[in-house]
């Protein structure tokens, strides 16, 4: 039972959405699959006097290669991830992500975008989109921009958006890559990442290496990448990338896991996950899917 | 606000406020008890319909949002008797306080739609949003497993 | 061996047609069709009102002052009522709780005030408006701390309590109750003792997570009766409960009357009385009105009972050749704000806290010590799930210093039947023995297991685990059996369906003895207008009690079956036997008569006239041989227990040792039912349980700051399993050594199969990788960063 009354409104075009946003500064939101939203809604942790739902409008569902991008659109889900043949031919690692949140009651509704718009430290498509060229897109009421994803996280649950804006999609640049995502939970169930790692191994030894849930937004590791740049993978190298995680990281001591663990556990899981992206760069390693820890 | 949509199989219009939950309505309006309220946060699946034939947690849809959809839960599919898969749940004591069996019915049923012939680790994955605090899952899992092999599918 | 029964003469081990089945549970088409109904299923029409619950902030305060005005005139409202509207006490064994707090709360959460709204939403948002002043006090947050001489006193009242006559709280201290058991001379012992190991374990607290919340619907009449429907373990002991905390109000018990429909699941959380007392005294002032108060899962966790935490301190003596000579065993509970029923957790464990060993030299301490954080109470194993964690732990370290098999070790200590009790009875029949040794075959012990993954381990281990039923020396049960027109059957018993099988292992029980197929009784759900008494579904004794209770119905029935046969065709009773609904005489092949031409019609005599008529019968059961009167300084003397369950348990896990991840790969439980009425449903306790102690050890725990507020009341952060956290391979045991008082050899088994758990796991993970963690639970975290630093320094 959510308490707290408020009103609702379905546009059907953007420009409506945008509108409607604008004229409500500060005191709408948006919903998309909702399984945050109501949830705070019924937590009372968030008190909107609207609530402008994205649904009806057009083409927000859509996954597709356009060129040598591919284009996923703010209301897909993270079921139409799992089961989509185009991800599973250009981006593997965002079904073997997707696959890691909650259960399929979740998926069936929550968005890939609505995931990084909540922006908890944990979320799960946070290191993953880190680690690909990605391009959030939104559009508001003074037309669209769009933001890297590098300038998408700005603080603990924000982001680049601003309150009279919707995201329509996303674009990835393909390559070719070998991807993974390993992620720490408290058992095999459905979890909330402790600590999470996020690698694209592209050709050249070419890496870029993102954490979840040991900062307060997703971050990538500079340092690390420099690192590893231009360098065969060995196990003297791998040893070298592990040793700098304390200093690339600032993880919090909480009631889900100490600060010294989430640091441990970064590192085991970097070196275990470079060793796997490597490997599925050349088409060998564990497949997608498989749980590194 | 005005709401219209279907569940199990009949048409409703209803009056419902922006902040009612779907699942709430479902109880309390239509009188379609087998979804639960177990956690009203999307924890514990004991609220699982089904929406246009996939699993949701009715606890997380703002029963506005059902506008013009299907909904079936556990009632919509035992008119007609019980499925085999419901079948099985009975005569394997899949169950135990069965508070949570609706849910994880809708749950199997969903898998079953979608994969006839599962493997263990696709059970576990279908129910793993479902809690169960009694059976420790095993007699669920071979009912579910007995169900998708008596669809005679190879893997 | 075949064995026969009291009340079946007839009935051998291996002619047995109902009882030692696999039968089809009776509730299934109920429960997967969705028709089961449970409390908040049913439908109340539009008369119906909606309670709100105003709670503290703080987990020690004086109330200052309580403003309701904003809220009474809040839209929907039709009362806000707070402690001065029932200043009345109640408890199930010590009454030191008020039904809403009256001049301090001494928990997070306690009850100050309620909101009576027309919806459910208005009354959420009255209860925003109540304005509650408090003076902060100190909160006690640990046991021993509260133990201290000059702790802060969280009940100074305590020595006014009333309680029941085998507790012995301590004026001014926080100690509610000191369980104490002294035998033989523990001091000599250590002192001749060739090794003794002295450690202390430490447990949290944990909840039990029915997946139903707690819900009640009361409703006083204009006829001033008041009718309560709840999700409960405990119908009688509730109405018992609200007739003695109402009768201010002038109640009586045959005003009151508990509707008890199916519940979603219990596990000890829904015994006795907790938030139910709320709607039931909220409800009687609004006359006529139905009002409902049903728990948030939130409150769920920290306003119900919680499993009480403990600090073990432990001391264990042994001879070279792994004789056990002395046991000393210290438990200092966390059991809360308020001990009403939790204090009788810390009498049992007191009782049995030895474990399944044979122990000339005892010396038990068991406090129940007041806290400042939620009430602890029951919760599946009662308090020996909490002392085996340590004890099972001890007891593979001792026999690693003494360089014995820890599985030799334990059969050579393991109590047998005839061994001598710490408070001086002698052990029941038992089949210990057999359970260990079935274990360690099923896991492989002594076979080490290599994992081919090069960063993991494997690791195996074993504990053993007994509990006895911890109820009043007289607890009983009752039941009421009738037949149908067709010779279908209809029994009401008062014992709770938690999930656990009951109904079916009672109507299994009634026809065996009266050859009416399963399927054709009907087991009802309580009304204790109608239903007849049971004390509670706790303990793991409702098969054994309720079930002797409907044996007899059983055997009374039969006899007023033959007893009409008899008046007609002059047969003497004791030719006279059942077969396939039918009676059958031994001493005429010819005769049959089937039930259901005569259990409600009766038969036709030769002159026109009727014999007979309806076929109703009742049993009751109450054990007369226990007594609860013991000498409070060394807990000789009494007979509180009625009689142990034992078992074993092993695991093989696989322990991953960068991340600490364990899998357990296999688990094997043994525990002695005496006699498995319906052997898939002790399986399904098997597995069920033990997933449920594996989670306690895993990963769950309640988690508490430093103002003592819980901080995971959710699944978000309190993990229970999902079905990917399950052993690979469950191993389910059945020991059959019969209870010889039991119904066909039958004893409960519902709480032991959690009970070693928590150790097996814990000694599992040392096998695997040498090393020990001593607080539960084992996580993870704490197996890889102990790791870590092993092996690092």
């Known amino acids: 039972m959510i308490a707290k009354e408020f009103e609702y409104r379905r546009p059907t075009t953007l420009a409506e959405a945008t509108q409607t946003l604008a004229e409500h500064p500060g005191l709408a939101m948006i919903l998309a699959g909702g399984t945050d939203l109501v949830a705070w809604l019924r937590d009372d942790v968030i008190a909107p006097d609207l609530v402008v739902d994205i649904k009806d409008i057009p083409d927000l569902s859509e996954i597709k290669v356009v060129d040598d991008e591919l284009h996923i659109g703010s209301l897909v889900t993270f079921t139409d991830l799992i089961e989509s043949e185009t991800i599973h031919e250009h981006v593997p690692l965002l079904a073997e992500m997707s696959e890691t949140v909650a259960s399929p009651g979740i998926r069936n509704r929550a968005t890939m975008v609505g995931n990084i718009c909540s922006a908890v430290p944990s979320c799960d498509a946070g290191p993953v989109l880190l680690v690909y060229d990605t391009t959030v897109h939104l559009t508001g009421p003074n037309g669209d921009r769009s933001v890297d994803i590098n300038d998408w996280f700005t603080g603990l649950r924000e982001t680049a958006l601003t309150d009279d804006e919707v995201v329509t999609h996303l674009t990835l640049k393909l390559r070719k890559h070998g991807g993974v995502y390993v992620k720490l939970m408290r058992y095999a169930g459905e979890d909330l990442a402790q600590a999470a790692v996020g690698i694209a191994a592209y050709p050249d030894n070419e890496y870029r290496v993102a954490f979840g849930a040991v900062a307060p937004t997703p971050i990538r590791s500079a340092r690390i990448e420099n690192t590893l740049h231009g360098n065969e993978l060995d196990d003297d190298l791998v040893a070298r990338t592990v040793a700098m995680v304390p200093d690339e990281i600032s993880p919090i001591t909480d009631m889900r896991a100490t600060a010294a663990y989430r640091t441990h556990m970064t590192a085991v899981m970097l070196k275990r996950g470079l060793w796997a992206a490597r490997q599925r760069l050349d088409g060998t390693g564990p497949a997608y899917g498989a749980r590194l820890v | 606000m005005n709401l219209e949509l279907k569940v199990n199989g009949e048409q409703w219009v209803l009056d419902v406020a922006a902040a009612d939950v779907l699942l709430d309505v479902l109880r309390e309006q239509v009188g379609t008890k087998s979804p639960k309220v177990g956690c009203e946060r999307g924890d514990c699946g004991s609220c699982t319909i089904l929406m246009d034939g996939r699993s949701v947690r009715s606890c997380l849809v703002l029963a506005v949002e059902a506008e013009g959809h299907d909904i079936v839960t556990v009632e919509g599919i035992s008119y007609e008797g019980m499925s085999q898969l419901q079948d099985l749940f009975i005569s394997n004591n899949s169950f135990q306080c069965g508070f949570c069996a609706p849910g994880i019915v809708l749950s199997a049923t969903e898998l079953l739609e979608l994969n006839p012939n599962p493997s263990r680790h696709d059970v576990q994955e279908a129910l793993a949003g479902n809690l169960c605090r009694c059976t420790g899952y095993e007699p669920i899992i071979d009912a579910v497993l007995a169900a998708g092999q008596g669809q005679g599918e190879t893997p | ?793």
């Open chain 3, 1 to 793: 061996m075949t064995t026969t029964f009291p009340f079946e003469a007839d009935a051998k081990e291996d002619e047995l047609k109902a009882v030692g089945t696999d039968a089809v549970r009776i509730d299934g088409l109920d429960k997967i069709s969705g028709a089961a109904e449970f409390v908040d299923d049913i439908d109340f029409g539009p008369g119906l009102l909606h309670a709100a619950i105003v709670e503290s902030p703080h987990a020690f305060a004086r109330i200052v002052s309580i403003d309701t005005t904003e809220a009474a005139r809040a839209k929907g409202v039709v009362r806000v009522v707070t402690g001065k509207d029932f200043p009345y006490k109640f408890g199930m064994y010590m009454e030191d709780r008020y039904i809403f707090a009256q001049d301090h709360v001494r928990f997070v959460g306690e009850q100050v005030a309620g909101v009576i709204a027309r919806s459910h939403r208005e009354a959420v948002q009255a209860a925003k408006l109540v304005e509650v002043e408090y003076e902060v006090l100190n909160p006690i947050l640990d046991p021993k701390q509260a133990f201290e001489e000059d702790a802060d006193l969280i009940h100074p009242e305590l020595a006014d309590y009333t309680h029941v006559p085998w507790f012995f709280p301590k004026a001014d201290t926080n100690i509610a109750h000191w369980r104490k058991i002294r035998k033989g001379d523990t001091e000599k012992a250590f002192a001749e003792a060739d090794y003794v190991l002295e450690d202390t374990y430490f447990v949290p607290r944990y909840a039990h997570c029915a997946i139903e919340p707690h819900v009640t619907v009361s409703k006083l009449d204009q006829a001033d009766r008041l009718t309560v429907w709840t999700a409960s373990q405990s119908p009688h002991t509730q109405r018992h409960l609200f007739a003695q905390a109402l009768e201010p109000l002038g109640f009586t018990h045959k005003d009151v009357r508990v509707i008890t429909p199916y519940i979603g699941g219990g596990f000890g959380g829904k015994a006795g009385v907790s938030m139910e007392i709320l709607g039931a005294a909220m409800a009687t002032l609004v006359k006529g009105r139905p009002l409902k108060l049903r728990w948030t899962r939130e409150q769920e966790f920290y306003n119900t009972y919680q499993r009480q935490g403990v600090t073990a301190e432990l001391k264990v003596g042994v001879m070279d050749d792994g004789t056990i000579t002395a046991v000393e065993h210290k438990l200092y509970w966390d059991a809360g704000a308020y001990v009403e029923y939790g204090a009788n957790v810390v009498n049992a464990a007191g009782l049995s806290a030895t474990g399944p060993y044979r122990v000339p030299n005892i010396s038990n301490d068991s406090l129940c010590m007041y806290t400042n954080l939620p009430p602890g109470g029951p919760y599946r194993g009662f308090g020996y799930s909490e002392f085996h964690f340590g004890l099972e732990s001890h007891m593979d370290r001792i026999a690693e210093a003494i360089g014995m098999d820890p599985v030799e070790f334990r059969r050579k200590n393991a109590i047998v039947e005839g061994d001598e009790l710490s408070y001086g009875g002698h052990m029941n029949p038992s089949g210990m023995i057999e359970a260990i040794d079935k274990v360690a075959d099923a896991i492989e012990w002594g076979v080490e297991e290599q994992s081919d993954n090069p960063n993991t381990v494997m690791g195996k281990g074993i504990a053993l685990f007994w509990k006895a039923p911890a109820m009043p020396p007289n607890a009983s049960s009752a039941s009421f059996l009738k037949f149908n027109e067709d010779g279908s059957i209809n029994i009401t018993v008062s014992g709770m369906e938690l999930g656990q099988g009951y109904l079916t292992v009672m109507a299994q029980i009634a026809s065996e003895i009266l050859t009416v197929p399963v399927e054709k009784i009907r087991v009802e759900t309580p009304d204790t207008d109608r239903n007849p008494y049971e004390w509670q579904t706790v303990a793991s004794h409702v098969t054994w009690s309720s079930g002797l209770a409907v044996e007899k119905a059983a055997v009374e029935a039969r006899a007023k079956i033959f007893d009409v046969i008899h008046q007609v065709y002059g047969y003497e009773d004791d030719s006279l036997y059942l077969e396939n609904e039918k009676v059958k005489c031994k001493t005429d092949p010819v005769f049959e008569k089937p039930l259901s031409d005569f259990v409600i019609d009766g038969i036709q005599t030769d002159e026109g006239t009727w014999r007979g008529g309806p076929i109703i019968a009742s049993g009751k059961f109450m054990p007369e041989f226990t007594n609860a009167l013991s000498d409070p300084e060394t807990g000789q003397g009494g007979h509180p227990n009625v009689h142990y369950t034992v078992g074993a348990t092993g695991v093989v896990v696989e322990i991953d040792k960068d991340t600490g991840r364990i899998w357990v790969r296999k688990a094997a439980l043994a525990v002695d039912a005496g006699k498995a009425i319906n052997p898939d449903l002790v399986k399904g306790q098997i597995v069920g349980g033990l997933v449920q102690g594996l989670a306690t050890v895993l990963y769950e725990d309640m988690r508490f700051d430093e103002a003592g507020k819980m901080m995971n009341p959710n699944f978000t952060d309190y993990k229970i399993p999902t079905a990917f956290d399950i052993p690979d391979e469950v191993v389910p045991i059945i020991v059959e050594v019969p209870q010889p008082d039991g119904p066909f050899g039958a004893r409960g088994v519902g709480e032991h199969t959690m009970i070693a758990a928590a150790p097996v796991i814990a000694n599992a993970v040392y096998d695997a990788l040498g090393v020990r963690i001593k607080s539960m639970p084992v996580t993870q975290e704490k197996v890889a960063m102990a790791y870590l630093e092993k092996s690092t320094s």
